[in-house]
């Protein structure tokens, strides 16, 4: 999808121009993908915007930078204000909001002492997502996610998507929508940018965070949300086979939100419908986000956007 400017970026501390918001070409970032970054969505409700588990993203940033020695001058209060600021000074909604760190421009050499931290947020506009009907079709990817001591997978740092893109651009020219990648170990890890889930005989599982897998904020919501409903749920180590026959498969992510699986490796999941836990967590977590159903456990950050034209989409799961 083509990126679609808004006014302002938000730069160390400051709103710029959109169109100013550049970096030399001599910046570490460039060379080493020295950054961390999230993705995070903001809705559009009847009453305004809402930032999706806002504090849980910001905190993944600064242990992301954490990981990677990368001085943060930014608290998590201060990431998180200047997040709402922008999305209310922008007023667009619904938007995709990308904050980033990065070793910038100082010296040049693989240490990255000498590149001092530069910080930005951005937003734009990002509709509401609506899966096609009976979910996507996948394979598994010729390529494993990082093994454990190479890069620390549960920092959400740019040179991971090194990995991701080899998964996506491989599942994409063999017509696939997405490609799930296996650990060093062979057990199932996730997906480009997406984490795993499989439902067989009433239980959720997903892969345990030594999987080599992101620790998603939306994984963390879906296991909050079958907690909630009595699914049982168990995060261990799984079989690559185990999705062959599995009685429901999705993904989860930011941008993905719950993407049901219709068949993986052109084996058909179940039936080749979208399964009932599926869909109870799905209709569930896109309630909450749109303002339909009670946000009890407190997902949501406000931010005042006129939201009048675009609240009233169709949601769909
Ligand atoms: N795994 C990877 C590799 C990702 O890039 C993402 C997207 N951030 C996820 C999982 C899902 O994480 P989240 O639910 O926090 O978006």
């Known amino acids: 999808m083509p990126i679609q400017p808004t006014a302002k970026i938000w730069h160390n501390g400051s709103l710029i121009p959109w169109e100013k918001a550049q970096i030399h070409v001599m910046s570490h970032v460039v060379h080493y993908g020295s950054s961390v970054f999230e993705g995070i969505r903001c809705y559009a409700q009847p009453q305004g915007a809402a930032i999706f588990r806002l504090p849980e993203h910001m905190q ?7 990981v990677y020695r990368m001085p943060m001058p930014y608290s998590l209060d201060q990431l998180s204000n200047a997040v709402v600021d922008l999305v209310e000074s922008n007023g667009v909604a619904p938007c995709y909001i990308r904050p980033i760190a990065f070793r910038g421009y100082g010296e040049l050499g693989v240490n990255p002492k000498g590149a001092p931290t530069e910080v930005y947020i951005a937003n734009f506009p990002w509709g509401k997502y609506v899966t096609g009907e009976g979910g996507a079709d996948v394979c598994i ?3 494993n996610r990082m093994a454990p001591n190479t890069l620390p997978a549960l920092a959400k740092a740019g ?56 620790s998603g904020i939306t994984r963390d919501s879906i296991l909050t949300l079958a907690r909630h409903f009595g699914i049982p749920v168990v995060e261990q180590p799984m079989p690559r086979e185990l999705l062959y026959i599995a009685d429901e498969v999705f993904l989860t992510g930011t941008a993905a939100e719950v993407t049901p699986i219709r068949s993986v490796d052109r084996i058909t999941i179940a039936d080749g419908n979208v399964g009932p836990i599926t869909q109870q967590l799905s209709e569930e977590f896109l309630g909450i986000a749109n303002g339909l159903r009670t ?9 005042k956007v006129n939201t009048e034209a675009t609240a009233d989409q169709p949601v769909s799961v």
């Open 295 to 303: 946000d009890r456990f407190n997902w949501l950050t406000p931010a």
């Open 159 to 214: 040179g991971n998507y090194l990995n991701s893109q080899l998964i996506r651009m491989e599942a994409d020219v063999n017509g696939y929508s997405e490609g799930i990648a296996l650990d060093v170990h062979g057990n199932l890890s996730e997906g480009s940018g997406e984490n795993l889930f499989i439902v067989r005989n009433g239980v959720l599982f997903t892969s345990p965070l030594a999987n080599s897998v992101l």
């Open 60 to 66: 993944r940033l600064i242990d992301s930078a954490k």
């Open 141 to 143: 990817s010729s390529w």
